[in-house]
């Protein structure tokens, strides 16, 4: 596909939006960090990927494939922020997530095709391996397929979103080549933190590094789809 097809101008999300979602992620991060009343985490997480995903919907001059598989992404995360906020609803949420990573694999590859470079796929996949070797002993065995599935689900995510980046260089397209990239690696950085936490040992400020480095990715991926105005056919 080419990566170098040409951009244009068009009409941005009102800048309101992106100062709430970034407001309601900070109240939420203060909420999970009992900074604000616990309760309110209950309204706020789902509230802030929901403002997410109205403020990339509103964007109607973006790639369309790029911006409805994004979305489709952004409405699974939705639900497992959702599920996760019940401690029975990891496993729901995990499905949730790994579906979210199948549709942003699918937008990651809608102007550059899947394993268009190996060396993305490669790195990546040492870090699954050293993130698995450091989670395995403490994983439950019911749960061990599910994670290493998630985790390679995840990683390949990422890695395509590298591979975008990579191919896209130096045409303009690499600038929401690079928003791609940059979310894939905080979000590998996010879980890898939220499973390091459950499965091994707790971390200080837990939700800050967890919740700011998911609600960091998720904007970045969206900026990846707003960013990529093409003519349409």
Known sequence: MDTSASLTSAPRPPRWLGALYALSAL???AAASDWLPGAWLWVLKPLTTALL????????????????????????????DTA???????????????????????????????????????FYGLVAAGVLTHLWAGVPGPLRVAVMAYVMCLVAMAAQAATWAWVARPTPALRPAAWAAVGGALFVASDSLLAIDRFTHPLPWRDVWVLGTYWAAQWCIAQSALRHSMRQP
């Open 27 to 29: 109240a939420a991060i």
């Open 53 to 80: 995903i109205v403020h990339l919907a509103r964007h109607e001059g973006a790639d369309r494939a790029l911006r409805r598989w994004v979305l489709t992404g952004l409405v699974f995360s939705l639900a497992g």
């Open 84 to 122: 996760l906020l019940w401690r029975e609803g990891f496993t729901v949420g995990l499905v949730c997530f790994l579906v979210a990573h199948l549709a942003y694999i699918v937008a990651f590859t809608r102007h550059v095709r899947l394993l268009a470079r190996w060396e993305p796929f490669v």
